[in-house]
């Protein structure tokens, strides 16, 4: 699978090298409430992680999942790379992450992070 110009797994892999904000999708999924569901990488610097790119890669060709993400907790200075699941109600989206252990969920419609 190409994403401009780079296969999807490299693309990931240089925005987790990055430590930026993203999600990428996976599935054709239009669901609007992003749930993380397995932690792929949690720790200050990926780019020290040389089995990254072996481990997004195992994400992406399983197709269980809607879309991976990153995101660095300012308090912490924690990077985290999740694989994700998007739900269309938000109770569902709601009632999974708290099953998963989970802080938050993403709305993508509002752009914005809704704490548990």
Do not use: C
């Amino acid at each position: 699978m190409i994403y401009n110009g780079t296969t999807i797994t490299q693309n990931i892999l240089n925005k987790a090298k990055s430590r930026v904000d993203f999600t990428t999708h996976l599935s054709k999924s239009k669901s609007r409430y992003i749930v993380s569901y397995k932690n792929i990488y949690i720790g200050k610097n990926p780019s020290n992680y040389d089995g990254l790119i072996l481990r997004i890669d195992k994400f992406v060709k399983s197709e269980a999942y809607d879309s991976i993400g990153g995101w660095r907790d300012e308090n912490t200075g924690n990077y985290y790379l999740d694989a994700n699941l998007h739900f269309d109600k938000l109770e569902t989206a709601l009632q999974v992450a708290k099953m998963n252990g989970e802080l938050a969920i993403f709305d993508i419609k509002e752009n914005k992070v809704i704490n548990l």
